[in-house]
């Protein structure tokens, strides 16, 4: 029975690997990607103001600028994983036209 609904529905006469169900379970509905985006956003744009205020510190606010800015700028590049998805995202940063930028802001962080 299971093998004629996996027939009519359109999925392939072979079972579903462990990726494939793995991938099904943990895909987020479009309200809960724009969410994640926010969230994430947001917590990067906080986290490069507070490296930017915490530069003036005397002696330890140029290593807890570059943390704090840092962590910001991941967090910010991060967030654009909920809308386009890891592997979309990785590809898009690595094409030809975007390599160079993508390379210099990777050794630059």
Do not use: H
């Amino acid at each position: 029975m299971d093998k004629l609904k996996r027939v009519l529905s359109g999925r392939d006469t072979e079972e579903p690997s462990g990726l494939t169900e793995v991938i099904d379970a943990t895909s987020l509905g479009w309200g809960t990607r724009v969410k994640g985006f926010i969230a994430c956003f947001a917590i990067g744009c906080l986290c490069s103001l507070l490296g930017t205020c915490l530069l003036w510190i005397p002696k330890k606010g140029l290593m807890l600028f570059a943390v704090f800015y840092t962590l910001g700028n991941i967090a910010s590049i991060g967030s654009t994983l909920f809308l386009m998805g890891p592997m979309k995202q990785l590809k898009r940063m690595f094409e030809p036209t975007r390599l160079i930028a993508t390379i210099v802001m990777l050794v630059s962080i």
